[in-house]
């Protein structure tokens, strides 16, 4: 049986726990995640060119320029483990021309998962977050402390998970949500994010496993 592979988006405000999804989606589902915000990160670490272009601006807390971060997803999509195994767009698009970039090129999702939590609860997450170099894991000093005292002592904090700079990324979310979400409202699901994860990937899980339902009751396979 041949398997049509599954193509989600995920979206939500700065810390509304889209990594986190994602890193269960991605164990249960097989998806490739692929995530400008870790992609980024990644070309900031290794120095390149995209980089060193890229960084003054996610320190700041501002989004980078389209043409940079488009050029990177199309790239990304067109890999053959992205067509075999499906993909799971994290942090893309942010932007309206983001999403007209994606319609030219005739990448539309199954589902788009909104990942709704209310304001206070974002920075509060932002400040708390810590991050596993090495597995690339996502903590929360409280609601998800390391498992160990060696993980404890490798975890680092993001340069723009400050509250000044959560209170500036949440203010550009809010000018480009709108714009976003109308773009995919066909596909658009709304969930309760201000749950414990458990909770939220349940919500998750069963959305994504009924579509692969509805596509083998349609096939018969
Ligand atoms: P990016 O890395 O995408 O950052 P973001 O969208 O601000 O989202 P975060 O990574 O902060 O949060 P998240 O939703 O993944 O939450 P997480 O699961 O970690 O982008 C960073 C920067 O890159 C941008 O500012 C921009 O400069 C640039 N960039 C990226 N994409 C771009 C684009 N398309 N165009 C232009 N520029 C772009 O969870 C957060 C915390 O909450 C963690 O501590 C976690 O443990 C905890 N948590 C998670 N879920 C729960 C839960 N259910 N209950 C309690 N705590 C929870």
């Given at each position: 049986?041949?398997?049509?592979?599954?193509?989600?988006?995920?979206?939500?405000?700065?810390?509304?726990?889209k990594?986190?999804?994602?890193?269960?989606?991605?164990?249960k589902?097989?998806?490739v995640?692929?995530?400008?915000?870790?992609l980024?990160?990644?070309?900031?670490?290794?120095?390149?060119?995209?980089?060193?272009?890229?960084?003054?601006?996610m320190n700041?807390?501002?989004?980078?320029?389209d043409?940079?971060?488009?050029?990177?997803?199309?790239g990304?999509?067109?890999?053959?483990?992205?067509?075999?195994?499906?993909?799971?767009?994290?942090?893309?698009?942010?932007?309206?021309?983001?999403?007209?970039?994606?319609?030219?090129?005739?990448?539309?999702?199954?589902?788009?998962?909104?990942l709704?939590?209310?304001?206070?609860i974002?920075?509060?997450?932002?400040?708390?977050?810590?991050?596993?170099?090495?597995?690339?894991k996502?903590?929360?000093?409280?609601?998800?402390?390391?498992?160990?005292?060696?993980?404890?002592?490798?975890?680092?904090?993001?340069?723009?998970?400050?509250?000044?700079?959560?209170k500036a990324?949440?203010?550009i979310?809010?000018q480009?949500?709108?714009?976003?979400?109308s773009?995919?409202?066909?596909?658009?699901?709304?969930?309760?994010?201000?749950?414990?994860?458990e909770?939220?990937?349940e919500?998750?899980?069963?959305?994504?496993?009924?579509?692969?339902l509805?596509?083998?009751i349609?096939?018969?396979?």
């Amino acid at each position: 049986c041949v398997k049509e592979p599954l193509k989600v988006m995920i979206s939500g405000a700065p810390a509304s726990g889209k990594g986190t999804q994602c890193e269960l989606i991605v164990q249960k589902f097989g998806l490739v995640h692929i995530s400008t915000g870790d992609l980024l990160r990644e070309e900031v670490s290794s120095g390149t060119e995209i980089g060193n272009k890229a960084k003054e601006f996610m320190n700041s807390g501002s989004l980078v320029p389209d043409e940079i971060v488009i050029a990177m997803v199309a790239g990304r999509l067109s890999r053959e483990d992205a067509k075999k195994n499906g993909w799971l767009l994290d942090g893309f698009p942010r932007t309206f021309a983001q999403a007209q970039s994606l319609d030219k090129l005739n990448v539309k999702p199954d589902i788009f998962l909104l990942l709704d939590v209310p304001e206070e609860i974002l920075i509060e997450r932002c400040v708390g977050r810590r991050l596993d170099p090495v597995t690339g894991k996502i903590y929360h000093v409280k609601s998800y402390p390391p498992e160990s005292d060696e993980v404890k002592a490798r975890l680092v904090m993001r340069p723009d998970d400050t509250e000044e700079k959560v209170k500036a990324r949440l203010q550009i979310y809010k000018q480009n949500s709108e714009a976003i979400i109308s773009a995919y409202s066909d596909v658009m699901i709304k969930i309760d994010a201000n749950r414990p994860k458990e909770m939220v990937f349940e919500e998750t899980h069963t959305l994504l496993s009924q579509i692969n339902l509805n596509r083998m009751i349609k096939t018969g396979k």
